[in-house]
């Protein structure tokens, strides 16, 4: 079953926030008005609720691994993002972002793992007219993420500037991105002032963990230089493919969502230039693990003159390999340890994998530095 939309799900919530919502835009816009005239006469921490909207067609499956709404609070110096799912889950990320580092943190424990927050700045600005969301005039830019192109509306009325993709001049109300591969959108629809527990954006008391020693971690098989799980899976002709098939060779795998058509072929079309540009060398293979289950829908595509493997129901290594972002490519070399791993299709991309096929032919392993 596919399913188009987000809203439905989370009707339930907006109805509740709109109702609440004529009654608070009073209160708020009072609290904005003396923030921006007696700064530090009352608690500046403000929390914005955001309601999701998926862009694209999704499986139940994967429509169940998106939240409903989004909270995101901030002190003025640390940003709080909490999402909200059906099934519930007691945990948020604290972001730092004047450290470039963001914190998984649960909220009954005394555990921070640690990761990179690194932004894009590949950003335009844009002089679209200014919109309206909840309340406040934002304007647009647009972010450039790999072979993507989204929108941002942001608002400097918090006094810190925070997106979770990209580098902007202000608050972002309105961003699209994509979260497990699907194109969803967070969309403010009220804010307010209110004192939020000074522990939320404290690191104090809690144990500091490096993502790749956590156990709840989905990037600590990726670092490089570990070994890489094994792949066993059958490809799309129905033969069978595994550990033995690419002993002593270097393994490009790239991982990715099923799209339709047409987006498949696109992508068939990157992966397949690095293909040929290694066809010429025996210890090369280029494979292509799909989340896709609809082999018939895949078949009817013109693959014939190919030069990689495609392996169409890769929903276990996908699990396996721990993977945070759809698509990713990684490069895994002779002794089966990760060479490069390479989350979307950013900028840079070509030189950064071509870099990486070539040292794990070598045998050896990204140099210290390189990102």
Not at 166 to 178: D, N
Not at 289 to 313: C, H, Q, T, Y
């Amino acid at each position: 079953m596919l399913i188009g939309s987000h809203e439905l799900r989370a009707s339930s919530h907006e109805f509740v926030a709109n109702s609440q919502l004529n009654s608070s835009k009073l209160m708020n816009r009072i609290i904005f008005l003396l923030l921006c005239f007696f700064p530090g006469l009352l608690p500046a921490q403000v929390v914005v609720d955001y309601v999701v909207r998926v862009e694209e067609e999704v499986t139940a499956e994967q429509l169940a691994a998106l939240p409903v709404r989004v909270l995101i609070g901030t002190n003025g110096n640390r940003v709080m993002v909490r999402g909200v799912w059906e099934t519930p889950r007691k945990s948020y990320q604290l972001y730092l972002p004047g450290e470039d580092v963001f914190y998984h943190c649960a909220l009954d424990g005394n555990i921070a793992v640690k990761y990179d927050f690194r932004p894009t700045a590949d950003v335009l600005m844009t002089m679209a007219p200014e919109e309206n969301i909840a309340g406040l005039s934002c304007k647009k830019a647009i972010v450039i993420e790999g072979a993507d192109t989204f929108p941002v509306f942001y608002t400097d009325a918090f006094g810190i500037n925070f997106c979770q993709i990209a580098r902007i001049p202000g608050f972002a109300m309105r961003y699209t991105k994509r979260l497990q591969g699907v194109k969803v959108t967070y969309e403010a629809i009220d804010y307010r002032f209110e004192t939020i527990p000074d522990n939320v954006f404290s690191l104090g008391g809690k144990k500091i963990v490096e993502n790749e020693n956590f156990a709840d971690s989905r990037q600590w098989a990726m670092r490089i230089g570990r070994k890489a799980p094994k792949i066993k899976t059958t490809l799309l002709d129905g033969s069978n493919f595994g550990p033995k098939d690419y002993k002593g060779k270097v393994l490009v795998v790239d991982f990715n969502n099923y799209d339709p058509p047409p987006i498949h072929l696109r992508a068939m079309a990157w992966f397949d230039a690095y293909a040929r540009d290694y066809a010429a060398h025996p210890d090369v293979i280029f494979l292509a693990v799909l989340l896709n289950r609809e082999i018939g829908l895949l078949r009817s595509v013109a693959l014939e003159d190919r030069l990689f493997l495609v392996a169409p129901d890769g929903a276990f290594e996908v699990e396996a390999f721990r993977l945070n972002t759809l698509p990713s490519t990684v490069v895994i070399n002779r002794d089966g340890k990760i060479t490069e791993y390479i989350e979307g299709h950013p900028a840079g991309v070509e030189p950064r994998l071509r870099r990486a096929i070539d040292l794990a032919l070598s045998g050896g392993l990204k140099p210290a530095g390189i990102k």
